[in-house]
T-cell receptor, first 113, second 114 residues
Framework: GENVEQHPSTLSVQEGDSAVIKCTYSDSASNYFPWYKQELGKRPQLIIDIRSNVGEKKDQRIAVTLNKTAKHFSLHITETQPEDSAVYFCAASRQTSYDKVIFGPGTSLSVIP | DSGVTQTPKHLITATGQRVTLRCSPRSGDLSVYWYQQSLDQGLQFLIQYYNGEERAKGNILERFSAQQFPDLHSELNLSSLELGDSALYFC?????????????FGNGTRLTVT
């Protein structure tokens, strides 16, 4: 079945710096890659997603890149702010009716003011 | 507010007992997913339903079962509870049948087994 790895497990950056989180997936048939942010004590929320027909997608300070050949995708956060501190989860799934959305183990991001 | 309602918010019970967690999806969403999140752990997929039918299964224990009812709400039943079952249980819903629709998570049910 699908396996999603995520690195690093923890990340500390100074406010204003960039943060990059990387994920790899095992199932070459996966074609949908969402990212979720979970603040302490709260529910995960989708922040951005990308499909396999696109190599990069941006939304203000966040961007996601996808390398299908290498089977990895990355989240980039620029000009980090303290409110970006959270756990970030990547996920991968197939665009079919009978597939599960498998999450990576998460990255705890701390933005130091 | 995601529109996904989970009850109860907190549940404290003893080992060996049985509990039922309830989830009401967002209006219009037909798919319901259940995830388990242990302390400082990731989101472990348990099971998915679409319009009342089971669609995908993760590493769900045999002591756990779930169903989705005609009104689309879902229940997760946990029996013969063990200390290790203590976790935050999330329900999520999505609009489509496929797994390429964003998931909308509820606020979770925190289960404590003593």
């Amino acid at each position: 079945g699908e396996n999603v790895e995520q690195h690093p497990s923890t990340l500390s950056v100074q406010e204003g710096d960039s943060a990059v989180i990387k994920c790899t997936y095992s199932d070459s048939a996966s074609n949908y890659f969402p990212w979720y942010k979970q603040e302490l004590g709260k529910r995960p929320q989708l922040i951005i997603d990308i499909r396999s027909n696109v190599g990069e997608k941006k939304d203000q300070r966040i961007a996601v890149t996808l390398n299908k050949t290498a089977k990895h995708f990355s989240l980039h956060i620029t000009e980090t702010q303290p409110e970006d501190s959270a756990v970030y989860f990547c996920a991968a799934s197939r665009q079919t009716s009978y597939d599960k959305v498998i999450f990576g183990p998460g990255t705890s991001l701390s933005v130091i003011p | 507010d995601s529109g996904v309602t989970q009850t109860p918010k907190h549940l404290i019970t003893a080992t060996g007992q049985r509990v039922t967690l309830r989830c009401s999806p967002r209006s219009g969403d037909l798919s319901v997913y259940w995830y388990q999140q242990s302390l400082d752990q990731g989101l472990q997929f348990l099971i998915q339903y679409y319009n009342g039918e089971e669609r995908a299964k993760g590493n769900i224990l045999e002591r756990f079962s779930a169903q989705q009812f005609p009104d689309l709400h879902s229940e997760l039943n946990l029996s013969s509870l063990e200390l290790g079952d203590s976790a935050l249980y999330f329900c999520a819903s999505s609009v489509g049948q496929g797994s390429d629709s964003p998931l909308h998570f509820g606020n979770g049910t925190r289960l404590t087994v003593t």
